[in-house]
């Protein structure tokens, strides 16, 4: 059976991204001018509103204490001869003026004044509160780039990239294919519908990978792999319950995470609402990996800011009736620990420093049982060569001989090198019988 075929990771481009901007603009807009003002304007009415006497009036947006004859006029727009100026809460854009409406501010601020707050209103900009509204803006953004299909969603392009970073990243720890790697991380319904027969070998060739050097030789271990996985098997309980575990072992608790991550985000493939293990890939396998430092960062450097703010306050700067600065620092800083809070709550624990001595035990002692036995081996080498090293050596000699005078082009050399020597030995002794002769 040919390996199951998986969807190619749409990669972010300029549609992820301006379509990405225009939510997040757009939704912090919506935020920033329609709820955000009655959000705050909610917060001061209920934390700060008469508890005795006449209740507040709404005169068009501006809720106030009424005047004698002021409750009249309600619905009307605000005018001076209507409040009795104890409790006002305007939180509208307009700008009031002390002798038409009985209390100042500038058009765009909102002003709160209530005994509890002292004697001066409050006097808040919508700008103290831009970093809530991007924060709210941008969280818009990342569900509904979440939902949205990976050709045009931003976030979802993004996890579409980390599974295939994280599977990519699993087979350079571990040497499996990606044939492999694809049947490890498959969603259960699919793996159910693979032949047995190709199972059988995925599966195998996983349980032999991962078994242990000092096992895999061993007839004492209890488990094969034929007892462990037949026909009967279910595989998706033989992949959760053995495999996973193997892997775990074998190599590491983060290698088994990233498989079963990558696995559960396939979930979100098939229902885009399971926003859950999309995030948590992409959290745990990218996000927190490559930005975690710059997180970190951020956080003090919000810090830093909110700590200026703060002493500006103190060094009377800042009017206590004008803290928009002090609330922008302050959701500045929540803003950033919130995000360092969400890195670290999905960044992968490091493992426990006794789980890492103990494979570090385990490791040396195969390896020692291993040197042991090929020190064993080299023994009785060594003892078989010392005891037959001459019965060998004259085998070979014997045998070179023989080779060298069953050979016909030897027989045929040595015969011309015997009759050149006869040939020269009879001249020389002709020469040296002629000269005795001439002698004499």
Sequence with gaps: MAKPQQARAAHAGVVHYGLFLLLFLGSTWLFHTLLLPRIVEYFFITQFKPVTGKPLVNFRGVYATPSAEGEKFAGMEVRREYINREYIFDFTPKARTEQEHGYTKAAGEWLAKAPKLGEDPIILEPFGFIILSLDIGFLIAVLLTLILPPTVGLMAAKVEEAMEETKAKVRIQTGFSEEVINVLVMRDEELTKLEWSYLERVFRYVWE????????????????????????????????????????????????????????????????????????????????????????????????????????????????????????????????????????????????????????????????????????????????????????????????????????????????????????????????????????
């Excluded at 396939?266 to 885009?272: D, M, P, S, T, V």
């Excluded at 020190?375 to 050596?393: F, Q």
């Excluded at 080779?403 to 030995?425: N, P, W």
Aim: net charge neutral; hydrophobic share 40%.
């Design 209 to 440: 990978r991962t078994m242990p050097e000092e096992q895999a030789g061993s007839r004492k271990y209890p488990v094969r792999f034929e007892d462990a996985f037949t026909p009967e098997t279910d595989p998706v309980k033989f992949r959760r319950e053995i495999l996973d575990n193997r892997i775990r072992e074998y190599f590491s608790d983060f290698v088994a995470r990233e498989i079963i991550d990558t696995r559960a985000a396939q979930l979100w493939r098939q229902n885009r609402l399971r926003i859950g293990k999309a995030l948590r890939l992409y959290m745990s396998h990218h996000f927190a990996e490559q930005y975690s430092n710059a997180v970190t960062g951020l956080a003090y450097g919000g810090a830093a800011l909110l700590i200026i703010a703060i002493g500006i306050r103190g060094l009377k700067f800042i009017p206590a009736t004008r803290p928009t600065l002090i609330l922008f620092a302050i959701f500045l800083e929540f803003s950033m620990l919130t995000l360092l809070a969400f890195t670290l709550f999905y960044t992968e624990a490091e493992e426990r420093v006794d789980k890492m001595l103990k494979k570090m035990e385990d490791a040396a002692r195969g390896q020692l049982e291993t040197l042991e036995q090929q020190s064993r081996d080299i023994h009785r080498l060594a003892e078989a060569l010392e005891g037959g090293t001459t019965e060998m050596i004259r085998r070979r000699v014997e045998q070179a001989i023989t080779e060298y005078l069953t050979s016909d082009d030897t027989v045929k050399r040595m015969i011309a090198e015997e009759i050149s020597q006869k040939i020269l030995i009879g001249i020389r002794e002709a020469v040296e019988t002629k000269a005795n002769q001439g002698k004499s």
